[in-house]
């Protein structure tokens, strides 16, 4: 045993010396402005931000907190500010379909004077046509239109008068009608007098009565017509009016516009429009404030402005780049459809939904066009439709608004088709690995829209630069999120912590988020301590406050080892029982327990079996561990006869599943002590994988593993005797507790490397495993020497009783017969 | 009331209904009147002699302005009309008059409308009527016309609605019935009424005289008073400056040295505010 030495105290931790430090706390140090540890994340960025070409797009992935939302809108805010605000985008009223309203382009700055522009020209309109129709002139001719109607009417009625009373007739006015009437004196004749008439008389006067009304008939039936003509002589003369009033404040804005063949077009409509409709600019009396109009009069009225004819002369200033410097850049925090493509809103008129181009509302894509745009992909696939919009956007390269309800046909009402604006937009998502996987995988279309991927890392070489770039980051955060200032102690510390915590003594992780969390909670602890600047212990307080809040579950389980609930052994010998260590990984925190394993062996058909396969408890992996073993065993020890064994493996006291194959160098070490009948030490603990050959080969979370056979002992009471086997590979992964590491150095606790299963077993058992002869027999009183003649025993042992069976099978045959 | 109010002595205002929208604004502002000089309010409705008569004819038939449709007329359907109109005047009366604490009364008389409200006249001391009843033109009815002519009091000749704080326009010519005008004037002045006075004088020295007496007897009301001076009234001329500014009641000598019947006739035909016609 002697010939392996355990590890020595420096081997178990890797740490930092503050003293190679340049500064004496964080305050001396220059902000570190690059993004640390992601050479080839920055490079993609980088290439996808300048490439100019369709399809560019960037998807960051990489696991949370490894800064690739910051990194990428880092890049595109300086990239953004060098490049020309993009043109403001407004849209208008389409006056040939009222449901398809135009988008109109301005350069950045312009859009807000447009719409400045229309309200004003409203408001003189409003003015001008007003005063326009007020004037004498125009009262003066349309008063001459309408007098004509009503003068005609008279004229006409007073020549039936004429005719009536040259017959001794009149024309009565009644409260329905007209009616002719005999009169005398003034007066309508009394029927007596009427009667008096000679019959000659009365008959002419019946007659005349009869031929007036025809006429009268006719007279009354041309009214209508002439109304009519006078109507369409007062609409022209509006019209005259109103295109003359208009034309010089519109040709003033056309002269503006010039240059906007779109915006001449449009004041083309509208001064058509203007003209048409000149009524809408003529103030109309409104229903009194009590009411007299009633309710429904107060809800039609044009005084509300959803009513306003004039609303269709407004423009919807849709993108205003207004003093704005740069190219946008657009985090969108909640992509659902209607905020990354826009909307049509609507509102509620007499109980109805009704909408017109003024309410329609920008989204992401439009806001960001001409500039750069990030989304967090999870919330894209989250949001229903929002994927496919998105998609569909990008590919056809301009931006639809269509609303969800109008595409399912869910909704009837009235809506828009707003005229789709160009997109030129670059576009990033930030995402997991694996939905870039997914997506690469299943999403036919991904690979035309995303065609640079940034692959965001999540640990670094720990390298002397990288430490020093290390503290500067430190630094930089410190100072963002208002800290108190590190000592180089404290820095070291949390470099130290960084290493653990990818579990790599040669590594350091740059999931920033969680060295950021460390930073804040230590500058806590130091204001608790009352310190000026942080320093180790308080980084020290933080890393424990945070394995205390989230290990309860670890102190459980001690607690029912240590109270021999679950009976681990640390101390005497034991034939086919070995210590086997496993991690439990609870959330972000994890933590090793040791675990009895043992090993029975009897007479058999060579089988190894695995209890926790049986019962289904057994991952793949660690059953593919169990049968490398039946080859290892075989290969060796029984290579030229049958190896006629039967063993079986268990967790002992293990009532979840099993999985990995750190435990099967140690389930070898219990079949080789329970085959040998040598018995194993109980004071120490055994991890490592093993492969055909025996050798053992590297586990992941050793430190936990350790620490966790440790807080066993320790509670105990350390004798010296106590330790852990790992494999040699697995040394370089070391950042042991500081407690271990004194432990150790007080040769109270141990660490042996091990390289394979023969290094293995010598130290367990303190019997030498032995190196076979040319013949592949090993000596007698070594372990391997003693599995050797022990499988030789079970072979032969089989072999009487194979020939056994047919001498047996005839005396049960004669016993049967006897009882029978 | 305020003391010049009381001075004008209105005790008792007919009003002459006959269902058609004028004369239902010439309800309103009696009703107005009524209320403000505390004067009791007197409804009458005329059942047309004529219109009875004639529907006595077997081969009259009432042409519809509307429709141009001819109708058969009987008696007692038009007694039926005659009878509703007048209810509805009477309910119309009854609802305006409600809450006012108003004295008032209503009759119905048969006969020639002119004759009777001629008649009826003599028991009140101002009567309003609308201008063209039925047949709703804007040139004055012949019931009207003779009331302008025969009427024994002052008349309120109304075309549509009148509100208070309307502009008013007064003729005056310094004779004695242009005191009274003056004085009538109150009736329809009301607080931020525009007041425009029209002087009849036959020299600038006259007109300037004329000026001081009216503002002597309107007072506050004539504070802000625009004046004119004109030699003589021409009725096209006159009507033309008030459809220009806005004429809401003119106040005018029913007759008077310079101003014949005919005159105001021809007047009235031409413009469509309220007249009030002082004698």
Redesign the interface.
Known sequence: MGSFEPLAPRQLYHPVDPTDFQFETTENLPDFFEIIGQPRAVEAVRFGMGIEKEGYNIFAHGPTGTGKRSLVRQFFEKKASQEPVPDDWCYVHNFEHDYRPNAIRLPAGRGAIFKRDMEQLVEELRTTISSAFES?EYRARRQVAEEEV?QRQ?KALEEMQEQASQHNLTL???????????VRDG?????EE?QNLSQEERETL?KT??EL?EQ??KV??L?PVWQREVRQRVRELNREITNYAVSGLMAELRQKYSEFDEITAYLDAVQKDVVENSSNFIPQEEPSADGAGGPLAALMSRARPEQQPTRRYQVNLLVDHQGKQGAPVIYEDNPTYQNLIGRVEHMAQMGALVTDFTLIKPGALHLANGGYLILDVRKVLQQPYTWEALKRALLSRQITIESIGQMLSLITTISLEPEPIPLDIKLALIGDRWLYYLLSQLEPDFHELFKVQADFDEIMSRTDDNQDSYARVIATITRQEQLRPFDRSAVARVIEHSSRMVGDAEKLSIQISNITDLLQEADYWAGQNGNGAVDSSDVQKAIDAQIYRSDRLRERFQESILRETVRINTQGSAVGQVNGLSVIQLGDFSFGIPSRISARVRLGKGEVINIEREVDMSGPIHSKGVLILSGFLGARYAADENLSLSASLVFEQSYSGVDGDSASSTELYALLSAISKIPIRQSLAVTGSVDQHGNVQAIGGVNEKIEGFFDICKARGLTGEQGVLIPESNVKNLMLRRDVVEAVAEGKFQVFPVANIDQGIEILTGIPAGEPDEEGKYPADTVNGRVQERLAELAKKREELDKKPKDEEKEGKQEEEGES | MSAAESSLDIRRILVALDASPQSMAALQAATQLAARFEAELIGVFVEDINLIRLANYPFTREVDRYSSSPRRLDSPQMELHLRAHARRVQQAMAAMTKDSGLRWSFRIVRGVISVELVAAALEADLILLGKSGWSGRKRVGSTTRTMIVQSPRQVLVLQRRVRPGMPITIIYDGSEIGLKVLQASRLVWAEGSAVSVLLLAESPEEAQRFQSEVKEELGEAAKEAQFRWRPNLDAPRLARLLRSEGCGVLVLPAESDQISGEIVLNLMNQIECAVLLVR
């Open positions: 004498d009503n008279e009565i006015r009644t409260p329905g009608g007209l009616v002719f009437a005999p007066e309508v004749m009394q029927p009427f019946e009565v009869g009304q009268l008939q009354l039936q009214v």
